[in-house]
Structures are given as C-alpha cells and as structure tokens.
C-alpha cells in the first residue's frame, strides 16, 4: 500500500476489498499498523457495520474486514452494509457524488491545401 500511494500522491484514491484485518480489533498489531498507513495517507475507512459472520465451532464471530478506503471521503453520500450475502460476507456499497468534466471542443485546423494535381506530387517520388 506505501508503494502504491507514494506513486500516487495527489490523486483522489479509493481501495476496496477483504483485507481480513478487523476493522474492530484496534488492540490488534496489524490494525494499529495499518491505522498508521491509512493515517499517514488521509485516508478514510468508510464502511461502519460487519462485514463477516462466521460460525467458528458453536461460536459465531463477526467482523469488519471488507473495507472502502478512500482520501475523498467528503465526496461520498452514503457507505453502508448491504443484507445481501456474498459467501460468509455481507455485500458493501458505497455511492459517490462526482462531476464529469466535459471533453473540450476541438476545431479543425487545416495545415497545407494542396492544389497541384497528384500527378506532379507523385513524380517528385
């Protein structure tokens, strides 16, 4: 993730995925390690809900390892868990309001008119 952000720095970036650290386990080595990434790039975990049930022996876990991480998070409207089950994983969503900058209009530019018939350009050949 460094390497990737160090080559993308000043662009609007948006990482979505299972990343199977919990999101709420902040005791946990690994979350505190990437809290410091996500810090350190101004990113933003957007997903608030579990992700994950999982029954483990008679014992059902829950956790939030499906994330959206993004540095443009004041663009989003809505992050949310879906009901709809994806395997063991809950669905994730995320809606972003954004423009769409038009192309720009081009004109046509005529750089030499020929007016020779094509017979002469061909015998310079």
Excluded at 11 to 18: L, S, T
Excluded at 77 to 101: P, Y
Aim: proline share 2%; glycine share 4%; aromatic share 8%.
């Amino acid at each position: 993730m460094n390497m990737c952000m160090r080559k993308l720095r000043g662009k609007r970036v948006m990482w979505i995925g299972d990343i199977n650290i919990d999101q709420n386990n902040i005791t946990d080595s690994k979350y505190r390690k990437l809290d410091l990434t996500l810090k350190t790039y101004n990113l933003k975990q957007t997903i608030q809900g579990i992700t994950r049930f999982h029954k483990h022996g008679q014992r059902y876990t829950t956790t939030t390892i499906d994330v959206i991480f993004t540095n443009f998070y004041s663009d989003f409207t809505s992050c949310e868990v879906l009901d709809e089950r994806i395997g063991d994983h809950q669905a994730i969503k995320c809606e972003i309001d954004f423009a769409v900058q038009k192309a720009p209009k081009y004109e046509k530019v005529v750089i030499e008119t020929i007016q020779r018939p094509i017979s002469l350009l061909l015998s310079n050949i």
